[in-house]
């Protein structure tokens, strides 16, 4: 079946998925590398029922790992915008993830957080008469006003707050990732006119001509590598929290440093 007739989700882009995967091996494969790695310390990883901070850590270190690999797909099959658009939230995750593993109090802030979620969904629901999405909720809070005051008082006696990512990547020490490639990815989530621009073609004069609306490589290597990046640096911290970073520290070194050098590698392409 041709793209222009079924897209992304036709047979056809198989053959995208194939010259994309050998124009960008070296970068497919440190990924592949690091995935592996990845699947084999979820196995070590151990529910202690006694530990909440371990199993919210690990829970939150499978779905980065989630997140990982739906980079990879998407990528490969043209997909950067979305690609770029899910890497951003892993991020999110990955702040989360860090200041986790480093400090055990933070998992009340974080539980706490849902608290005030929940409270908002609660009044959304209770003010959209209309909306049967939130029917059964709507009745529900209707039904049982202490609910919402039990919550109201749970949240001010404990002191809960929204969550705010860029003071998550200080207290998690990842403030330089929040400032470069969270934010360069924030572009993509927020639908800024200029993550647009990928979308179309432009004269030499900078005049939009054409729309290009087919599968694209542009800024693949950057993704792959800044994903890399966000897994690694889950795996040292969720291995370090459960005791198992000795089994992997060198291949989690082999990782950084072949991270490092195509890094490198890709600078100064971009210089060039």
């Known amino acids: 079946m041709d793209f222009n007739e079924e897209g992304f989700i036709g047979?056809?882009?198989a053959d995208f998925k194939g010259s994309v995967e050998g124009k960008h091996a070296?970068?497919?494969?440190?990924?592949?590398?690091?995935?592996?790695?990845?699947?084999?310390?979820?196995?070590?990883?151990?529910?202690?029922n006694n530990d909440g901070q371990k199993v919210i850590a690990a829970a939150l270190f499978i779905r980065l790992l989630h997140t990982f690999q739906a980079v990879a797909i998407l990528a490969q099959h043209g997909l950067m915008l979305d690609s770029k658009a899910l890497l951003r939230g892993g991020l999110?995750?990955?702040f989360i993830l860090n200041l986790l593993c480093k400090e055990k109090e933070f998992l009340d802030e974080y539980i706490g957080s849902d608290a005030l979620r929940r409270r908002k969904l609660f009044n959304v629901a209770a003010d959209s008469a209309s909306d049967p999405n939130f029917e059964s909720l709507r009745n529900y809070a209707h039904s049982h006003p202490e609910f919402l005051e039990g919550l109201e008082e749970e949240i001010k006696k404990n002191g809960w707050k929204k969550l705010n990512t860029k003071e998550l990547a200080e207290r998690s020490g990842l403030i330089s990732m929040y400032d470069t490639h969270y934010r360069l990815l924030s572009e993509e989530v927020h639908t800024v006119p200029r993550s647009l621009e990928s979308l179309l073609g432009f004269t030499e004069d900078q005049t939009p001509s054409s729309f290009e609306w087919g599968p694209s490589d542009q800024e693949l290597p950057f993704t792959l590598l800044t994903s890399v990046?966000?897994?690694l640096v889950g795996m040292k911290a969720i291995s370090?929290?459960?005791?198992?970073?000795d089994q992997h520290e060198e291949l989690l070194l082999e990782i950084d440093a072949s991270l490092t050098e195509l890094n490198q590698a890709l600078s100064t392409l971009d210089t060039q």
Do not use: P, W
């Not at 990845?38 to 529910?47: W, Y």
């Open 240 to 245: 370090t929290l459960c005791g198992i970073y």
């Open 11 to 13: 047979d056809s882009i």
């Open 92 to 94: 999110e995750a990955l």
């Open 26 to 48: 070296q970068f497919f494969e440190l990924y592949r590398k690091t995935n592996r790695i990845a699947h084999k310390m979820v196995f070590h990883l151990e529910i202690a």
């Open 229 to 231: 990046q966000m897994l």
